[in-house]
T-cell receptor, first 114, second 114 residues
Framework: EADIYQTPRYLVIGTGKKITLECSQT?????MYWYQQDPGMELHLIHY???????EKGDLSSESTVSRIRTEHFPLTLESARPSHTSQYLC?????????????FGQGTRLTVV | DAKTTQPPSMDCAEGRAANLPCNHS???????VYWYRQIHSQGPQYIIH???NNETNEMASLIITEDRKSSTLILPHATLRDTAVYYC???????????????FGAGTQVVVTP
C-alpha cells in the first residue's frame, strides 16, 4: 500500500494567483519526483530530488519551483498561475538505491487555471 | 536509459489473457524492464519488473526474451478493472551515479471488453 499523498486533488484558480501543490510520503524515501501530464498525453518529469536540500530540474522545462526541507515533504509552487499551467501534476517517491526499487505515485492534482 | 516501443492500443476480452508486447532493442546489461499501468485520472501503479529471468507476481507475469531485446507482460485473466494505459520502461538501478529516473513513453491503451 503506497503512502504518498497529494493535496488538493482538484484545484480551479484564477490567473495570477500563487499556488502550492502539496506532496507528502510516509515511507522515508529519499528520492521524490514531480511529473506533469496533459489529458491523454505522456508523463513528463519536471522536478526531482535526491534528498533534503536537493532539487533538480527534470526533462521538461517548467515555471514551477520545488523545495525539499523535510524528507517527507516535496511541495511544488507556481508563483503566478497561467492558463498554460492547466494540467495534472503527479508526485512520486522511491527508495534511495538497490535494484529492487519501484516508484510510488500519488493520486495527482488536477489543476485548472482560468 | 534505453527507449521502448509499444503498440498504441489493444483490446482484450474479459476473462482472457492479455499479452502486451514491448521492444527495447538498445537495452544495456544492467538495465531492468519495469511495467506500470495508469488507470484513468489516477497515478501510475507499479506492476512488475525483471532483469533477464521471467517473473510472476499476483498481478501479472513478465516474459523477457533471451537476448533481452523484447518482453511481454501477461495479464492472465483480464477484468474490466484492468482497462488502463500500460507503460513499459527500461531503467538502470539507482546508484550513486544514476538516480534511476522513470521516463514514460506513450504506453499501450488496453481496453478490456465484456
Amino acid at each position: 500500500e503506497a503512502d504518498i499523498y497529494q493535496t488538493p486533488r482538484y484545484l480551479v484558480i484564477g490567473t495570477g494567483k500563487k499556488i502550492t501543490l502539496e506532496c507528502s510520503q510516509t515511507m522515508g524515501h529519499d528520492k521524490m519526483y514531480w511529473y506533469q501530464q496533459d489529458p491523454g498525453m505522456e508523463l513528463h518529469l519536471i522536478h526531482y530530488s535526491y534528498g533534503v536540500n536537493s532539487t533538480e530540474k527534470g526533462d521538461l522545462s517548467s515555471e514551477s519551483t520545488v523545495s525539499r526541507i523535510r524528507t517527507e515533504h516535496f511541495p511544488l509552487t507556481l508563483e503566478s498561475a497561467r492558463p498554460s499551467h492547466t494540467s495534472q501534476y503527479l508526485c512520486a517517491s522511491s527508495d534511495p538505491g538497490g535494484t529492487n526499487t519501484e516508484a510510488f505515485f500519488g493520486q495527482g492534482t488536477r489543476l485548472t487555471v482560468v | 536509459d534505453a527507449k521502448t516501443t509499444q503498440p498504441p492500443s489493444m483490446d482484450c476480452a474479459e476473462g482472457r489473457a492479455a499479452n502486451l508486447p514491448c521492444n527495447h532493442s538498445t537495452i544495456s546489461g544492467n538495465e531492468y524492464v519495469y511495467w506500470y499501468r495508469q488507470i484513468h485520472s489516477q497515478g501510475p501503479q507499479y506492476i512488475i519488473h525483471g532483469l533477464k529471468n521471467n517473473e510472476t507476481n499476483e498481478m501479472a507475469s513478465l516474459i523477457i526474451t533471451e537476448d533481452r531485446k523484447s518482453s511481454t507482460l501477461i495479464l492472465p485473466h483480464a477484468t474490466l478493472r484492468d482497462t488502463a494505459v500500460y507503460y513499459c520502461i527500461v531503467r538502470s538501478p539507482m546508484t550513486t551515479d544514476s538516480w534511476g529516473k522513470l521516463q514514460f513513453g506513450a504506453g499501450t491503451q488496453v481496453v478490456v471488453t465484456p
